[in-house]
C-alpha cells in the first residue's frame, strides 16, 4: 500500500494549518500511470513510499502568498533541513546545487502548484519544519508535536488532508520529473 513519507504528510499539515482555506484543486502526491512510466518522485519506491506533494498555488490569500511560502521552505532547507530534496516552483526549481540558489526550470514552469521532493531522510521523519526561521523558536517548541495524529502503527496509510478527495499528482499532465544530478 502506498504511503506518502513521515516528512511530506507533515508539511502538508503545516500548510494546511496556516491556510485553512487554501485550495486544493492542483494538490497530489501519487502519480499517475503516466507517471510510473518514468522517473518521478511522485511514484511508490520499492517499498511504497513516495517523496513527493504538489500544493496548490491558491492559497486563499494574495496570489503572492505562494511565493511568500516556497521561499520559507527553500530557507528552511537552506538552514539544513535535509529531508527536502527538491523545490519547483513558477519556471524555477532550487536544490543543493547552487546552495538552493533559484534555477531556471526547463521542464513543465508549475505555476497552478508547487512541488516538493523529499530525501529518504523524511521516510520516518515527521518532526516539525521550522519555516520562520530565527522567529519561530517558541513555535517550534510547542509545534512539535503538530502532526502526531498520524498512527505510528501505519494503520492509516494515505492521509488525504482535510478536504482534500484528489489522490493523483497533476504533475501527470505537467512533467513533474523527478530531478536529475
Ligand atoms: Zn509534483
Aim: glycine content about 10%; proline content about 4%; aromatic content about 8%.
Amino acid at each position: 500500500m502506498p504511503k506518502l513519507c513521515k516528512a511530506g504528510q507533515q508539511l502538508r499539515e503545516q500548510i494546511d494549518d496556516l491556510y485553512i482555506e487554501r485550495s486544493r484543486k492542483s494538490d497530489g502526491w501519487i502519480g499517475d500511470s503516466r507517471h510510473s512510466a518514468r522517473k518521478s518522485d511522485h511514484n511508490p519506491d520499492e517499498n511504497g513510499v513516495v517523496r513527493a506533494i504538489d500544493i496548490t498555488s491558491d492559497l486563499g490569500s494574495h496570489p503572492e502568498e505562494a511565493h511568500a511560502l516556497v521561499e520559507k521552505i527553500r530557507k528552511c532547507a537552506k538552514r539544513g533541513d535535509k529531508r527536502i530534496k527538491y523545490l519547483i516552483f513558477d519556471g524555477r526549481i532550487s536544490s543543493p546545487i547552487l546552495n538552493w540558489k533559484w534555477r531556471k526550470y526547463k521542464g513543465n514552469p508549475h505555476r497552478h502548484h508547487f512541488h516538493i521532493s523529499f530525501t529518504t531522510l523524511g521516510d520516518k521523519d515527521g518532526s516539525w519544519f521550522n519555516l520562520e526561521g530565527d522567529n519561530n523558536e517558541r513555535i517550534e517548541k510547542d509545534g512539535g508535536n503538530v502532526g502526531e495524529d498520524f498512527p505510528r502503527d501505519g494503520s492509516i496509510n494515505i492521509p488525504l488532508g482535510r478536504s482534500s478527495t484528489r489522490l493523483h499528482s497533476q504533475c501527470g499532465t505537467c512533467e513533474c520529473v523527478a530531478f536529475r544530478d
